[in-house]
């Protein structure tokens, strides 16, 4: 089995694979992630909980999760003392590592263009206790009241959240950009 480990220029594809894993599979899959990284690419089953401090079946669990997107694949290494044992691995996937972030990031802001069209074209109301925000349609539904704290609702300026979900979308295409270019 072939382990392609990433290169130093794939700093920045790293640094966004580990925020994207951290908020998407938590804190023992970027432990995981790191150890990875560390020790050739791969880890392997039977020393997990020597190895990283995590219980075996958690980080088997993870493990799973984190290869169902290819991220990492199974596989088996044939150790090469006397006991001739069969070690369970997991390997870090490169090329779908790249993948699966400029995946995440393209969803990311597929997200992010529909809610700055949603806001675009629509009258948005806001309650000026709670900041609860209505479409117009739900404003109207609720005689412009807050459901949560009865007060009237203000149709909201929203220019400033348009305009932060612009450059959200502009950070977005400049990182995937640069992705891309790896």
Known sequence: ?????????DNALLRTAREIIGKT?????LQLFDYM???????????L?????????????????MSEEAIIVPGKLKTEDSTLHILHIW????????SFVLNRLKKAREKLEARLNYERDNIIYECPVCGRRYSFEEAYLNDFKCV?????LLEANNDEVISLLESKIKELDEKIAELSEL
Do not use: F, H
């Open 1 to 9: 089995m072939v382990v392609t480990l990433p290169r130093k220029e």
């Open 25 to 29: 599979y938590g804190e023992i899959a």
């Open 37 to 47: 990284l560390e020790n050739n690419g791969y880890v392997a089953e039977e020393t």
């Open 49 to 65: 909980t020597k190895d990283t401090g995590i219980k075996s079946n958690e980080g088997r669990r993870v493990l799973q999760k």
């Open 91 to 98: 390997v870090l996937n490169r090329v779908a590592l790249k």
């Open 148 to 152: 949560n704290e009865g007060a009237d």
